[in-house]
């Protein structure tokens, strides 16, 4: 498995691309998504930056992100789609590509659809409501914080970096809002649909040696890994068919 950490609504420039072979893609994300993605491209094609404006029409944590990239000169975004995860889906389908999507569907998953509601109590509990009103000034905080004890990897442009402190922050508060005990039974839930995804892959390549691509936002890495160092279930997952040798673009 390879964890390849990507910055929201952010294109990477190619340096700082995975270069490796890989067989199979999963993308923390439901079956429905792409769908989404070609809405919000034709969207783009026929009205450049309507999706951006509509994300910040809504105000709140995702507008100040949104805003404070567009501050940005040096980097490409905020873009919608998600440039990275959507490239990646496009290049598996076009090289014939096993594709999982991590996340259940609501509709057909009771045991999902009952977590998901308790994050809507959790987040519009009153008292969770009454410390966002003092999020702006913990934002910046957090960003600032993150911005000393973060590095640079080699081939980041400084912009890049900052852009990364500023989703950082962006993830912290979004999961500060939600409490660890839902953020620690969604990420166990999704490690336990990407064990079997790599289960998956395995079977349908014919060997053991596979390389499953996941994208993930950079932030959540520490999480994701340690739920998937404690799973010890597998989930059965399908995956869209089929694989081949390309390399990525």
């Known amino acids: 498995m390879y964890l390849h950490g990507v910055l929201p609504c952010i294109v990477y420039p190619r340096e700082i691309r995975p270069r490796i072979k890989w067989d199979g893609l999963a993308l923390l994300a439901t079956e429905d998504e792409p769908e989404l993605w070609e809405v919000e491209a034709a969207s783009e094609i026929e009205s450049p930056g309507i999706n951006v404006a509509e994300a910040m029409l809504g105000g709140g944590l995702d507008a100040r992100y949104l805003d404070s990239l567009m501050l940005l000169e040096d980097i490409t975004g905020p873009n919608f789609p998600d440039p990275e995860p959507r490239r990646l889906l496009l290049f598996a389908e076009k090289n014939h590509k096993h594709v999982f999507f991590t996340e259940p569907c609501a509709e057909d998953d009771e045991d999902w659809l009952d977590m998901l509601e308790r994050q809507a109590t959790k987040i519009t509990n009153p008292m969770v409501l009454l410390k966002a009103i003092f999020q702006k000034g913990r934002y910046r905080r957090i960003h600032l914080e993150l911005s000393k004890i973060s590095?640079?990897?080699?081939?980041?442009?400084?912009?890049?970096?900052?852009?990364?402190?500023?989703?950082?922050?962006?993830?912290?508060?979004?999961?500060?809002r939600l409490g660890p005990e839902l953020s620690s039974e969604r990420d166990a839930r999704l490690a336990a649909r990407i064990r079997g995804a790599v289960a998956e892959l395995r079977e349908k390549c014919g060997r053991n040696d596979v390389v499953l691509l996941l994208p993930h936002h950079l932030?959540?890495?520490?999480?994701?890994?340690?739920?998937?160092?404690?799973?010890?279930?597998?989930?059965?997952?399908?995956?869209?068919?089929?694989?081949?040798?390309g390399e990525e673009e």
């Open 219 to 245: 932030a959540r890495r520490n999480e994701l890994l340690a739920a998937l160092e404690s799973c010890t279930t597998p989930e059965h997952i399908s995956c869209v068919e089929t694989a081949s040798d």
């Open 151 to 176: 590095k640079p990897v080699s081939g980041m442009e400084p912009e890049l970096f900052i852009a990364g402190s500023l989703a950082g922050a962006w993830w912290i508060e979004q999961e500060l």
